[in-house]
């Protein structure tokens, strides 16, 4: 069984500061990452996600993350944040791409002006 | 193209009740894969139908059921409703069971009193 953990339940930020949300995972085989944002009211959106190779991964709006195998951790990271990232942030493992996702309980990005 | 839609938006219902949620899966895709998203947690994976066949389960009772069509839409069924079925009901439709990118509906909000 995977399991996953998202190390912060909420990250408030300035306008224009960079930021990282943390995310562990917990796996017994070789898994597929991925990170997708929530605006309120709408569903899921896809961000990213790491299926093999380059260990860094850049995604939609400005997004990276950073597969790490031996601190089974996948960080998001954006070096300079909006208003419009305001949003909730999942990570998520599956066995395959398709395959059942597994997701952390969250990370709530606030973005200040 | 037509992305994932979900019906219906909202609903509300009684304890002990049943309810049909549905999804329409996006053109060329014939996955279909279910989540329950409590308030303030991350989704969870129901079930996930492939071909019309269904292709896993997740820890949910058995109250908790499901189909797909020929057209590869597909409902969610909850018999006996309870007060924690209240949640966000997320589908998601992929090109492939195993290697396809899951796309997102923007979800049923189900409210049980």
């Known amino acids: 069984a995977q399991s996953v953990t998202q190390l912060d339940s909420q990250v408030p930020v300035f306008e224009e500061a960079p930021v990282e949300l943390r995310c562990n995972y917990s796996?017994?085989?070789?898994?597929?990452l991925f990170w997708y944002v929530q605006y309120p009211n709408q569903g899921l959106q896809l961000l990213l996600k790491?299926?093999?190779?380059?260990?860094l991964v850049k995604g939609i709006n400005g997004f990276e993350a950073e597969f790490n195998k031996s601190q089974t951790s996948f960080h998001l990271r954006k070096p300079s944040v909006h208003i419009s990232d305001t949003a909730e942030y999942f990570c998520a493992v599956s066995v395959t791409s398709g395959s059942r996702l597994t997701f952390g309980e969250g990370t709530q990005l606030t973005v200040n002006p | 193209e037509t992305g994932v839609t979900q019906s219906p938006t909202h609903l509300i219902k009684t304890r002990g009740q049943q309810v049909t949620l549905r999804c329409s899966s996006q053109s060329g895709h014939n996955t279909v894969s279910w989540y329950q998203q409590a308030l303030g947690q991350g989704p969870q994976f129901i079930f996930q139908y492939y071909r019309e066949e269904k292709n896993g389960r997740g820890n949910f009772p058995p109250r908790f059921s499901g189909l797909q069509f020929p057209n590869y839409s597909s409902e969610l069924n909850v018999n006996a409703l309870e007060l924690d079925d209240s949640a966000l009901y997320l589908c998601?439709?992929?090109?492939?069971?195993?290697?396809?990118?899951?796309?997102f509906g923007p979800g049923t909000r189900l409210t049980v009193t």
């Open positions: 790491y299926l093999s190779g380059s260990t």
């Open positions: 796996s017994s085989v070789s898994v597929y």
């Open positions: 998601a439709s992929s090109q492939d069971a195993l290697f396809g990118e899951q796309y």
